[in-house]
């Protein structure tokens, strides 16, 4: 008996989790996958942001300690990630970091903090970072997405955004130039929860993991477990 619980930052991420991976990860041999809102996210009045890192840490342990047959991880954007005393370890470290060397770090900060607190569940804990937002990853099929979101004329336009980057994890994360920016300013009706869940259902796994590396390797390390 295999269990995992994702620790989201959304409710686009929740969607996806218990719409697109858990079936997934149900032919890998896991016996329940579900997702959990971290920070009480659904009570607050405003839903943006993301809790601070001791609170995620907390609710992770919480969660590991009390079912020993379970694992847990996280779906969390690189780009909103709080940093400073009370953000995310490695998140201020990684800024000046070359793409490659940005999630590898941030991940690896985020196990040994959470070891360092919790040597006897940290095995269990296999931390996810998106680069650099979660909506990254619509574009890796620029069509499909354009359809989705009941917008086929933009399908070049998206396409010609992907054809700027490596990967769709590439798509960089300024306030200008992140990947909701850019769909926000290509579509100003884009709403994440609505469009982002139907597109990201659309596309499909086999999609996400042909073009972006890092999703895949996590996929990859959460197939590897049962």
Not at 21 to 41: C, D, I, K
Not at 95 to 117: T, Y
Not at 151 to 158: D, G, M, T
Request: glycine share 8%; net charge negative.
């Amino acid at each position: 008996m295999t269990r995992l619980l994702v620790h989201v930052e959304g409710q686009t991420e929740e969607t996806f989790v218990n719409e697109v991976l858990a079936p997934h990860l149900y032919q890998s041999g896991f016996t329940n996958v579900s997702a959990r809102l971290m920070g009480a996210a659904r009570a607050r009045k405003r839903r943006g942001g993301i809790c601070s890192w001791d609170t995620a840490r907390k609710e992770i342990y919480n969660h590991l300690a009390e079912d020993g047959g379970a694992y847990a991880t996280t779906i969390v954007d690189y780009y909103a990630l709080p940093s400073g005393e009370q953000g995310w370890p490695g998140r201020e470290t990684s800024a000046p970091m070359a793409f490659n060397q940005k999630a590898p770090h941030l991940c690896a900060s985020l196990r040994e903090s959470f070891a360092d607190s919790h040597p006897d569940v940290a095995a269990r804990f296999i931390p996810f970072v998106a680069m650099h937002e979660f909506e990254g990853l619509l574009f890796s099929d620029p069509t499909t997405l354009a359809y989705s979101i009941g917008e086929p004329a933009l399908a070049n336009h998206l396409t010609d955004i992907r054809g700027l980057f490596e990967t769709p994890e590439h798509i960089n994360d300024s306030p200008q130039t992140a990947p909701s920016k850019r769909l926000l300013s290509a579509m100003p009706g884009y709403q994440k929860v609505l469009h982002g869940n139907m597109a990201i259902i659309d596309i499909g796994l086999t999609a996400i993991r042909e073009v972006c590396p890092l999703f895949d390797g996590w996929l990859q390390s959460l197939e590897a477990i049962p």
